[in-house]
């Protein structure tokens, strides 16, 4: 009876997943003439990062930008960087965030101030480990565009560099590919079922002004669902696209750093005491018991499945193919994490993030 119960979690992200790598849009490389696209980036200690960022976005073609940078309150010399750039580049600015109010988070409160100042018709919002493809900010202003979507949003390419990396970071694509219906697609128009990734988030901004902005996400950790989430509930439109043609991000170095980063967003996502056993249930009963029962024919069956459903996704987010023998250890650590997250804020722990603390209380 067991396996055939752990056949059955491992065919549900396998069934979704196969619609949701149909369905997934591939963006064409196209102009977008009449268009201007604000690339903000909002960059607290980034010098390591920043200048190839500003490069890759100087570089985009097929629409007019502007580079807006939100130096917050940085201490290792970015704003020097980006203020050497801008000098030789007219389209690049450097701006600098005001104290953080409180109840903000550092992130959102930078965003909302680089929508304020931007002049775009569209609003590009990237991190300072992101390098965008030169077609990206063209073909995600236009798709968005022509079709009247608020907000189009991908997972760029992620890149992996170690172990720790390795463990952790294939769960994004996993999660948002193998288990939400219709991977965020415009034609789902519940809130529940939108999808964001703030690595790579572009918005139209009348539909950015008409949702509230970031400024209605003040005390948020996790920003990018809340925003997409907050689009729909206004009426607008909001569309994940695949993000691996249209960028690259190395978003942590070492398992330490990945560690904290996805419990810094996880009390927003699946660690929730209502929703954390559901998850566990359904990620260790799919993707671990199948190997605690094998010799068992339906054991083996959703071994296969499961494994086939990572190299699917694997290869179309163009991650590294030596992650994919990882998969049970990068599920079972994915849990891990949660737990962690979930234990941390009953404890009264808040998250911190860039010499920052929050409290353990979920944004609003």
């Avoid at 559901?278 to 494994?307: C, E, M």
Wanted: glycine share 10%.
């Amino acid at each position: 009876m067991i396996p055939w119960v752990v056949l059955t979690l491992a065919l549900l992200p396998v069934v979704f997943g196969a619609v949701n790598l149909w369905l997934l849009p591939r963006l064409r490389s196209a102009s977008a003439p009449g268009l201007l696209v604000s690339i903000l980036i909002p960059a607290r200690d980034e010098a390591a990062n920043i200048a190839a960022c500003l490069e890759a976005a100087a570089a985009s073609r097929g629409v007019a930008v502007e580079i807006l940078v939100m130096d917050d309150g940085s201490s290792d010399g970015t704003g020097g960087i980006v203020a050497r750039l801008a000098a030789t580049d007219p389209r690049v600015r450097l701006l600098h965030a005001p104290p953080l109010p409180p109840g903000w988070t550092g992130k959102v409160h930078a965003c909302a101030r680089l929508a304020e100042a931007a002049r775009g018709t569209h609003l590009l919002f990237i991190d300072a480990d992101v390098r965008l493809a030169p077609g990206a900010a063209a073909a995600m202003a236009g798709h968005a565009a022509a079709r009247g979507i608020g907000l189009v949003s991908g997972v760029p390419r992620q890149v992996i560099g170690s172990l720790g990396e390795a463990l952790t970071v294939p769960a994004i694509n996993l999660l948002l590919l193998g288990y939400l219906p219709a991977a965020g697609r415009a034609f789902t128009r519940h809130p529940s079922l939108a999808a964001a990734c703030g690595q790579l988030l572009l918005c139209d901004r009348a539909a950015y002004a008409r949702a509230g902005g970031h400024a209605a996400l003040h005390g948020v950790l996790h920003e990018a669902i809340a925003l997409a989430r907050r689009f729909r509930a206004a009426g607008e439109r909001t569309e994940v696209v695949d993000g691996a043609p249209l960028a690259a991000c190395r978003m942590y170095r070492g398992l330490g750093e990945a560690w904290a980063g996805f419990v810094k967003n996880a009390r927003e996502g699946m660690a929730t005491p209502l929703g954390l056993p559901v998850w566990t249930l359904l990620l260790a009963g799919g993707h671990l018991a199948p190997f605690l029962l094998l010799p068992a024919g339906p054991a083996f069956a959703a071994l296969a499945l499961v494994l086939a459903l990572r190299v699917a996704i694997t290869r179309r987010a163009q991650e590294p193919w030596w992650t994919v023998p990882l998969h049970p250890l990068t599920v079972a650590v994915a849990l891990a994490i949660q737990w962690d997250a979930l234990g941390r804020a009953a404890l009264g722990r808040g998250a911190g993030w860039k010499g920052r603390a929050y409290p353990a209380t979920r944004g609003a």
